[in-house]
C-alpha cells in the first residue's frame, strides 16, 4: 500500500514579507515619533512665551498699578520731569478726612518698586519690588489719569507694557 501524499500550503511568512512590513511598521513609528516631538518642542515655545517671567511680570505689574492709581486722589500728583517717577496720594482709610499717604512707582536697577509712606511727617514705611527685569519705565499723566510705559526684557523675550489708571477719589 501506498501511502498518499498530499501537498498542503505552507502556513507563516515569508522571510521577505517579514522584512517589508518591519520596514514599513519602523517608518510609520518614525514619522509618529516626529510628529510628536515636534508638537511637543512647538507647545514648549509657546507656554514658555506665554508663562515667562516678562510675560508674569508685566501682568502684575499693570494690575497693581491701575489698582494703585485708582485708590489715588485726584486733588495732586507728582511726576518726575524725565518720567522717571510718580507719587500718587491716598487716604489711609475709608474714614480719613485728609489725604495722608503716598504711593511712589520708580524703576531702579533692573526692577519697578512702589515706595509707600505717610506724608505728616514725611516718612517712608515700605518699599516693595513689583516686578524684575526693567529695562525701561516712564511715567506720563493726562488729566485724571496717570500712564505707564514699561519695557521688561530678560534676555530671551522682551514684553512692552503700556498701562493706564484713573484717580477717582477726590
Not at 506665554?50 to 486733588?75: C, G, H, I, L, P
Not at 509707600?116 to 516712564?138: I, M
Request: charged letters at 20%; one cysteine or more; aromatic letters at 10%.
Amino acid at each position: 500500500m501506498q501511502r498518499r501524499r498530499t501537498v498542503t500550503a505552507q502556513q507563516g511568512f515569508t522571510l521577505v514579507e517579514l522584512a517589508i512590513t518591519t520596514v514599513v511598521f519602523a517608518i510609520i513609528m518614525v514619522a509618529v515619533g516626529v510628529s510628536l516631538v515636534d508638537g511637543h518642542r512647538g507647545w514648549n515655545s509657546m507656554y514658555n512665551r506665554v508663562y515667562s517671567d516678562v510675560v508674569t511680570d508685566s501682568y502684575v505689574a499693570s494690575k497693581m498699578f491701575e489698582a494703585m492709581v485708582r485708590r489715588a486722589s485726584r486733588e495732586r500728583v507728582l511726576f518726575d520731569e524725565a518720567g522717571n517717577w510718580v507719587e500718587v496720594y491716598y487716604y489711609a482709610d475709608s474714614d480719613s478726612s485728609a489725604v495722608d499717604r503716598y504711593m511712589r512707582f520708580y524703576g531702579s536697577d533692573g526692577a519697578l518698586n512702589v515706595e509707600y509712606g505717610q506724608l505728616n511727617p514725611r516718612e517712608t514705611l515700605a518699599t516693595e519690588t513689583v516686578c524684575e527685569n526693567v529695562s525701561e519705565c516712564v511715567f506720563k499723566g493726562a488729566g485724571r489719569s496717570v500712564q505707564m510705559m514699561l519695557i521688561l526684557d530678560d534676555g530671551s523675550q522682551a514684553v512692552t507694557v503700556a498701562c493706564s489708571g484713573v484717580m477717582h477719589n477726590q
